[in-house]
């Protein structure tokens, strides 16, 4: 409820200036995939709580979850690190602007995330991703990165309050930085295919743990 509230908040369904083209951004995509895949959970818990009573497993969709939650994980971490130093410049930076602590900014960049990647630690069971994972996971932001492009050169507008802005964020405008662009992307598939890699560790971390919990409590 809280991701749906604020993606129609930052679209401006509550102030009465609806922005569609917000639609566009990372941000409100990978917030919208969040509400999709908590709407799935629901519905499975409600399912099996019918079937099987409030007792028994509550994961459901392992390997979809990982990879909708490093998907918004980016869109907390490269916002907060590559575009928030910029919130207090002007548009013409690639931001459109928001109040850094308000609500609508923080709901979509950092409540959203924080609270999918605590619903997986704490209710999908480890030991489902394989090392072959990160290469899917990163198919959400390489399709986006196609998506910002086509639309980019395109003619989409981006920007808000009349302003003309042909790409979603500073570090993908092809006619403000040329080839650079290429130099950010790699640099964030690389940071993001680092994370996934991680998050791979970690759940053989939480299984042998988990493993070695049950060989205790059996003997």
């Known amino acids: 409820?809280?991701?749906?509230?604020?993606?129609?908040?930052?679209?401006?369904?509550?102030?009465?200036?609806?922005?569609?083209?917000?639609?566009l951004y990372y941000t409100v995509?990978?917030?919208?995939?969040?509400?999709?895949m908590?709407?799935?959970?629901?519905?499975?818990?409600?399912?099996?709580?019918?079937?099987?009573g409030i007792h028994g497993p509550s994961s459901y969709c392992e390997r979809p979850t990982a990879i909708i939650m490093l998907a918004i994980t980016v869109t907390m971490l490269v916002f907060w690190v590559v575009l928030a130093p910029f919130m207090s410049v002007a548009p013409e930076m690639g931001m459109n602007v928001f109040s850094l602590w308000s609500f609508q900014n923080l709901q979509p960049h950092l409540i959203t995330p924080l609270l999918i990647i605590i619903d997986y630690f704490v209710f999908e069971k480890p030991g489902t991703l394989t090392r072959r994972d990160p290469w899917i996971f990163a198919a959400i932001p390489l399709s986006y990165l196609i998506q910002a492009t086509i639309l980019g050169f395109s003619g989409a507008n981006y920007g808000v309050a009349g302003f003309e802005q042909h790409f979603p964020y500073f570090f993908m405008d092809y006619y403000v930085l040329g080839w650079k662009v290429a130099i950010y992307v790699v640099v964030i598939l690389i940071f993001f295919l680092a994370l996934a890699y991680g998050l791979i560790w970690f759940d053989k971390k939480r299984l042998k743990s988990k493993n070695n919990d049950t060989v205790s409590e059996a003997k």
């Open 29 to 36: 995509q990978s917030n919208i995939l969040v509400i999709i």
């Open 38 to 52: 908590f709407a799935i959970l629901i519905i499975c818990s409600a399912k099996d709580i019918k079937e099987s």
């Open 1 to 23: 409820m809280l991701s749906l509230f604020g993606v129609l908040d930052v679209i401006g369904v509550f102030s009465g200036h609806v922005a569609p083209n917000l639609l």
